[in-house]
């Protein structure tokens, strides 16, 4: 299983932006999907994570409560993260994430660069 962000770039601050995670391969089901982001220097932060999507616990990271929203298309094997109202210390990279419920393993995408401009 293979993770490939895209969709990052450069976004004025208060603007929105629309992360995709595609997921490659498998077989693999869901167990949960996170978006993380780091910047240099810093340790990896969770921005968003949806533990047994569809019927599950919802969460995100206090700074981005209530402007980022991590969804999913099953048919596409795609997670999302639509992130709105951006702020300057938004600027990281983001990760995309996923364990898989059956052989219990955790897989990592690359990254997406988003730099936020004030």
């Known amino acids: 299983v293979t993770l490939v962000e895209s969709g990052g770039g450069l976004v004025q601050s208060g603007g929105s932006l629309t992360l995709s995670c595609a997921i490659i391969g498998g077989p693999f089901t869901i167990y949960s999907m996170a978006w993380y982001r780091q910047t240099p220097g810093k340790e990896r932060e969770w921005v968003a994570i949806?533990?047994?999507?569809?019927?599950?616990?919802?969460f995100y990271g206090g700074s981005v409560e209530g402007r980022y929203t991590i969804s999913k298309d099953k048919a596409k094997n795609m997670v999302y993260l639509q992130m709105d109202r951006r702020r300057a210390e938004g600027t990281a990279v983001y990760i995309c994430?996923?364990?898989?419920?059956?052989?219990?393993?955790?897989?990592w995408g690359k990254g997406t660069q988003v730099t936020v401009s004030s």
């Open positions: 949806d533990v047994r999507p569809g019927g599950g616990s919802l």
């Open positions: 994430n996923i364990e898989d419920r059956d052989c219990g393993r955790g897989y």
